[in-house]
């Protein structure tokens, strides 16, 4: 124990302050933090450069113009969108009703379901793709919406999360069993009590779902389908400067996405 | 933990809730199980046949007898050199992956800096995702031959290349993999941090704990389970990748996705088509086994760290 | 059992802004060897900070802790030799009921065989030796706090701290466990500062109790006395219940009230004679006269006493505490004469 005696000088305020047992961002791992940070901004950084850097040096955005210009940009487009649009409304109409009945009536069915759910992760889109070739009829395999139906299985486990949190932080049992007490049948309930409350769980899980479709590149690409990930892939092989501006370009919407998603979450985490 | 256990109290709850109009007895059911049917119906099409499928023409030869020769090719030669290759692989970016991960994830939340925290976790989440051509492109400007800090570095006289190293090698393939696996780490290993509480630290220091041995013995232990479920997490999320691989190597580094991708694109000898079914086999043994460890280290995480 | 050192605790002058706000304001405060003191207030007071000073959890912007006579501002926290049992979550979830006792002696170099002696008879203390090799989450709150005292007492600490232990518990376990907190207090006499917001648990546990308000100590007195004489009206309404019945003020002494012409308790109030001011009477200082100037508005039985709530003439409403048993006649519609039975009160601008 310290002995000192009056007159008592009490140490510099800021050491006192390092002794309190807050834990602070230390030399040590700012440093750590900065090559992290320099690992991640090198590689988008010099792609940048190198995309907007043209014939003798000459630094402008023309390549990102010229990607619309493609000629088979639009069917790409075209159809990684409607891919999407499949993907997300098959993936919506069966997980949304099959999550809320597990939290409503089938609670014994909770386990199982979400056991299935995270099997995708289990099961590489690799291995996946060689048993839809080994096993899907030749009717389903001449479609590219083939690759929907599968799209929807790839994001199961980030739909059902999704949408699990979101039920299990409304107490639907509560709300349905106040509403059914008041008398509103079954399609009342759900349309005007349960969705409402669900819609930022819903717009989470079809975000996701989204940033899966536009990303997916292994089923697409073994399947033969010309989706965007694919044709970058194709493009890449010819024009370097073209491929480098399409990947900055498929970044900056994936980042758009996520920020549209961590917005919905946040408003969620609010209203709550 | 509440609501945990009113999950498991309503479970035991016969039939659901009683007194309940006409959702009452076993009609009630089934309604249930018919709401229940698209899923069940929709997953067992479109998950389980086709995996089951693998699984099952794994062991069956040209004339549809069963064999073990497939398997058994699939763990020799080359093929064997791919598992062991993916292995070594997944193993070395999960750990530096994990690592930098956790400083990068840990920094962030000590420095209570809200927005550096909202920036790093959205980009984590878009980084997470980032793959196959793309990526191959983003080090190919920044570290290829004429990459940007390739040439920088050329400037102040060092050569990244002067000893025969490529982007194209094992370590160059590591490198690029760690753009997906750190942001992997930090996604999931933040929650852990977060459950770590200033009380802790604050008890510990005011029981007389210097701060190693408050690491040593509260913040070690309680964050092992989950930076070793995170480290699995990261290993099967490496072993599985294809895109990025495929766009980086095209043939010359061994990897079973890379095999199985060849097998698929029918680059191969007519007889050995079943050996693909027992390459995917062998992947969802691996990842199995690796994924259920990371299940089981969740359950212990959330039991300390959860609330 | 008396273990620890019964030491002396003198805060001088601790100030702490933040940003703008001053959470402390030239507080000072000592301890006597043995005692246990409590802070009292509202949330954001400052009994936290002040308690989380004198831990070293927190630095003041200046003032002087001491502890027997030498100041312990430049040390660490871990050097201070404190226990310190936090609201809620403080035990180590990877550790048993026993280790987490263990620990401060283990951070020590104490031998195995030695620290889990004392860490056994600690938990006996605290009447949990069955929860021994529990961990905390298959303990209730309770329990879990009783094991953070043990594990606080263990290490032989100068001064206890205890951080409102009790607020995150149900208040059933929580008037059985601060009987129990003053118990062991006692049986090891050690030097104790306790905060909380709960006044009755303040008054129920405490030798002395200092009631602070915005950063300032307001008044330190044994709870007795803080009871019958607060000197402030902050304090007057803090502890215990008050009502505020409107009076004339006769001169800056005496006030009359009620009919009934008393003393004025604070000094320095500014007020003017004649103003009309609020006196400051509890419940159970009235007393029933015959007359009709109070209406009956609502009666509620509450045990030994009755609370009556009673419309004065000028409309505004005042609870009275009367013994049941002279209760009888009283019906809500009923009229009844009120005077009071203090001699003085304190009082306040209306």
Redesign the interface.
């Given at each position: 124990m310290a002995t000192i005696t009056a007159p008592i000088r009490v140490k510099n305020r800021k050491v006192q302050k390092g002794m309190t047992l807050t834990p602070k961002l230390g030399p040590g791992l700012g440093f750590g933090l900065a090559v992290v940070a320099f690992y991640f901004f090198l590689p988008i950084i010099s792609s940048f450069e190198f995309s907007i850097r043209g014939a003798n040096n000459v630094y402008s955005l023309e390549a990102y113009g010229r990607i619309t210009n493609q000629p088979d940009f639009g069917t790409v487009v075209g159809l990684t969108a409607r891919l999407a649009l499949v993907t997300i409304f098959l993936s919506t109409v069966i997980m949304v009703p099959t999550v809320t009945l597990v939290h409503l009536t089938a609670k014994k069915f909770r386990r199982i379901v979400e056991f299935i759910s995270l099997l995708p992760l289990v099961i590489p889109p690799v291995v996946l793709v060689l048993g839809v070739l080994a096993s899907m009829p030749v009717s389903l395999k001449g479609t590219p919406y083939l690759l929907a139906l599968e799209y929807v299985m790839l994001s199961m486990p980030y739909t059902f999360r999704a949408l699990d949190a979101g039920l299990g932080a409304i107490d639907v049992r509560t709300l349905v069993d106040a509403s059914r007490g008041l008398g509103a049948p079954w399609r009342t309930v759900f349309i005007r009590i349960i969705a409402p409350n669900i819609r930022s769980a819903i717009f989470g899980s079809i975000f996701l779902t989204l940033a899966l479709v536009l990303g997916e590149y292994t089923m697409a690409a073994l399947m033969l389908w010309n989706t965007f990930p694919t044709w970058i892939a194709l493009v890449g092989q010819q024009e370097a400067t073209l491929a480098v501006a399409l990947s900055i370009f498929s970044l900056v919407v994936a980042w758009l996405l996520l920020m549209a998603l961590s917005a919905v979450e946040r408003r969620q985490k609010a209203r709550l | 933990?509440t609501?945990a256990a009113m999950?498991s109290t309503?479970?035991t709850t016969t039939g659901?809730?009683p007194g309940?109009?006409s959702?009452n007895g076993p009609l009630?059911s089934l309604?249930?199980y018919i709401?229940?049917f698209?899923?069940?119906i929709?997953?067992g099409f479109?998950?389980a046949?086709?995996?089951?499928?693998?699984m099952i023409?794994a062991f069956r030869n040209q004339d549809n007898g069963w064999t073990l020769d497939n398997v058994k090719e699939a763990v020799a030669g080359v093929y064997l050199l791919s598992f062991q290759q993916s292995l070594w692989l997944s193993a070395i970016s999960a750990i530096t992956g994990a690592i930098?991960g956790f400083?990068?994830a840990?920094?962030?939340t000590?420095?209570?800096i809200r927005i550096l925290r909202?920036v790093i976790?959205?980009?984590s989440?878009?980084?997470a995702?980032?793959?196959?051509?793309?990526?191959?492109?983003?080090?190919i400007?920044?570290i290829g031959t004429y990459?940007?800090?390739t040439t920088a570095l050329k400037k102040i006289g060092i050569d990244l290349y002067s000893g025969g190293w490529t982007l194209f090698t094992f370590s160059g393939l590591v490198l690029v993999y760690?753009?997906f696996q750190?942001p992997l780490m930090i996604i999931v290993i933040l929650p852990a941090i977060d459950g770590l509480?200033?009380?802790?630290?604050?008890?510990?220091?005011?029981?007389?704990?210097?701060k190693w041995?408050f690491w040593r013995?509260?913040a070690i232990?309680?964050l092992a389970p989950a930076f070793t479920g995170a480290l699995l997490l990261l290993f099967?999320n490496s072993?599985?990748a294809?895109?990025t691989a495929?766009?980086l190597t095209s043939g010359t580094i061994p990897l079973v996705?890379l095999q199985?991708?060849s097998?698929?694109?029918g680059n191969v000898i007519a007889d050995k088509a079943n050996l693909?079914?027992a390459l995917?086999f062998g992947?969802?043994v691996i990842?199995?086994f690796v994924?259920a460890g990371y299940a089981i280290l969740q359950r212990k995480t959330a039991?300390?760290?959860g609330? | 059992m008396s273990t620890s050192t019964s030491s002396r605790v003198t805060i001088s002058n601790l100030r702490r802004t933040f940003g703008d706000v001053v959470a402390l304001d030239s507080f000072s405060l000592d301890i006597n060897p043995g005692e246990l003191v409590t802070l009292l207030g509202p949330s954001g007071c400052g009994k936290t900070t002040a308690l989380r000073m004198v831990a070293g959890l927190d630095v003041p912007d200046s003032g002087i802790i001491k502890i027997n006579g030498a100041a312990i501002n430049n040390l660490s926290p871990s050097k201070r030799n404190m226990g310190m049992v936090f609201q809620a979550y403080s035990l180590f979830p990877n550790m048993t009921a026993i280790e987490n006792i263990e620990f401060g002696l283990r951070v020590r170099g104490i031998d195995k065989a030695k620290r889990r002696k004392r860490a056994e008879e600690m938990i006996e203390l605290v009447d949990l030796g069955q929860q021994a090799n529990r961990f905390p989450n298959q303990m209730s709150g309770g329990q879990q706090q009783r094991v953070a005292l043990a594990r606080a007492l263990a290490i032989e600490p100068n001064v206890l701290l205890l951080d409102e232990p009790l607020s995150a518990l149900d208040a059933k376990v929580r008037a059985h466990l601060r009987d129990q907190i003053r118990r062991v207090q006692q049986e090891v006499g050690i030097t104790t500062l306790f905060v909380t917001h709960d006044q009755e648990e303040a008054m129920a546990i405490s030798d002395r109790v200092g009631v602070m308000n915005k950063g300032n100590l307001e008044q330190l007195d044994r709870p007795d006395v803080l009871y019958s004489n607060p000197t402030s009206a902050f304090v007057a309404t803090f502890v215990g219940a008050m009502n505020r019945v409107p009076g004339k003020l006769l001169d800056s002494k005496s006030v009359e009230v009620l009919g009934k012409k008393i003393s004025v308790a604070n000094s320095g109030h500014g007020l003017s004679a004649g103003s009309t001011v609020n006196v400051m009477i509890r419940p159970e200082q009235f007393a029933i006269t015959s007359g009709d100037s109070a209406i009956i508005a609502e009666r509620s039985f509450r045990g030994p006493m009755t609370r009556i709530v009673v419309s004065l003439a000028d409309g505004s409403r005042v609870d009275l505490d009367i013994a049941s048993a002279e209760t009888t006649s009283m019906s809500p519609g009923n009229r009844t004469g009120l005077t009071v039975s203090a001699s003085s009160a304190i009082i306040e601008a209306r």
């Open positions: - | 933990m609501s999950r309503s479970e659901g809730n309940r109009g959702l009630r309604r249930t709401g229940l698209p899923f069940f929709y997953s479109f998950l046949i086709p995996t089951l499928q693998v023409l930098f400083i990068a840990y920094a962030i000590v420095s209570n909202r976790q959205t980009a989440g878009v980084f995702n980032t793959g196959g051509v793309p990526l191959a492109f983003f080090f400007a920044s990459g940007l800090l760690l753009y750190i509480r200033l009380e802790w630290r604050e008890a510990a220091g005011s029981l007389g704990a210097s041995q013995y509260v232990p309680l099967a072993f599985a294809y895109a495929s766009a996705p199985i991708g097998l698929v694109s693909g079914y995917g992947m969802v990842i199995g994924m039991k300390w760290l609330n | -």
